[in-house]
């Protein structure tokens, strides 16, 4: 059986991937700092630090695929990109795939044109976040061609504030942010939790990025 190991299991796109790994009959083991008020079943929790090297080394040693859903916050801010360059490192030599929630903000608002986050009206509060976490694309886009990693940006608007419902669809673009006819973009937790899963499942997507919408 697949071991799926989440690196924040207990957020807001982290839990959703855990109750859809393990609706599939995944095994699904979530770390995070502290455990959550509901569990969901079928999850085993683990807690933990994971700027500990010793703890990190422990979370994804048996892992066929971690995932990264952790957010450069609180005490990861400007320090998740060196926490992702180790996972990759021990996904590597587990011989395991790396896959990590990424951001919208790196991507191209058209083809070849400037990204989301760079354009006047993306919130300032993100920018250090959309930052960091374009540095972790950039450094497994630099990685060795050993690792098998996957970066999945969700839809422009994406998070708690805005769950949504799950449809059970999506569609799938690469580089450039998706939007509807109305010029909106959008994914709920669900679905891109669907999405992630999906690309555990049947993999399609190797040593690249690739986003998500309606």
């Known amino acids: 059986m697949t071991h799926v190991v989440i690196l924040g299991g207990t957020g807001y796109a982290g839990g959703h991937i855990a109750a859809e790994a393990a609706k599939h009959g995944l095994a699904v083991t979530s770390w995070s700092r502290t455990l959550p008020d509901q569990q ?5 929790y683990r807690t933990g630090d994971l700027l500990n090297p010793a703890v990190l080394a422990e979370a994804v040693a048996d892992a066929d695929v971690v995932v990264g859903a952790l957010s450069p916050r609180g005490a990861l801010d ?6 992702y360059a180790k996972v990759a490192r021990l996904a590597e030599a587990a011989g395991g795939r790396f896959g990590v929630v990424g951001g919208a903000g790196s991507l191209q608002v058209s083809e070849g044109g400037p990204t989301v986050a760079s354009g006047p009206d993306f ?3 993100f920018r250090s976040e959309a930052a960091q976490l374009a540095a972790v694309l950039d450094d497994l886009r630099g990685s060795d061609e050993g690792l098998d990693w996957f970066y999945l940006s969700p839809a422009g608007t994406f998070g708690a504030y805005a769950p949504g419902e799950a449809t059970g669809n999506y569609r799938v673009g690469g580089e450039v ?5 109305d010029g909106e973009s959008f994914i709920s937790g669900a679905d891109y939790a669907l999405a992630f899963v999906d690309e555990i499942l049947r993999p399609a997507h190797h040593r690249a990025r690739f ?4």
Request: charged share 25%; proline share 4%.
């Open 78 to 83: 400007g320090k998740l990109r060196e926490v």
């Open 177 to 181: 942010l998706l939007t509807d006819d």
């Open 123 to 125: 919130p300032e509060a």
């Open 40 to 44: 969901i079943g079928g999850v085993a």
């Open 211 to 214: 986003t998500v919408a309606y």
